[in-house]
């Protein structure tokens, strides 16, 4: 609890500043982006890109079925169409999440962790 806690205070923190998550994209040149796990964070993040010129394309989620969203949510098993790079929300799993999302595709995988500490 003590990462998810420093993560969540340091989006804080940014914001507070006028700063957002836009910006980490925008230095790597990712305007096409999936989520990972649409858990609290994944649904924040989404509404933080909302309005900016950074695109969520998908999410992608264990339980597709039991989760609402503006855009199409696909399981972990389906074909993960091209974007720039993938954002791993539940960042404490970002291992395994990794490894299995290595197997599917071959472009960047980041967690929000890193997206939020290294703007």
């Known amino acids: 609890f003590k990462r998810y806690f420093d993560v969540t ?9 006028g700063r957002t998550l836009a910006e980490y994209f925008d230095k790597n040149g990712w305007q096409h982006i999936a989520v990972y796990g649409m858990g609290e964070l994944g649904n924040r993040l989404m509404e933080e890109l909302k309005d900016s010129n950074v695109v969520v394309e998908y999410a992608i989620d264990k339980h597709p079925d039991k989760v609402y969203s503006e855009v199409e ?3 972990i098993g389906e074909e993960l169409p091209l974007v720039d790079v993938i954002v791993v929300t539940p960042f404490y ?8 999302l290595m197997d ?3 472009y960047p ?4 962790e890193n997206v939020v500490f290294d703007i």
């Open 73 to 75: 949510v696909r399981g």
């Open 9 to 17: 205070n340091e989006w804080i923190r940014l914001k507070n500043e």
């Open 104 to 106: 599917a595709v071959d």
């Open 109 to 112: 995988i980041v967690s929000i």
């Open 93 to 100: 799993a970002y291992d395994e999440v990794e490894e299995m």
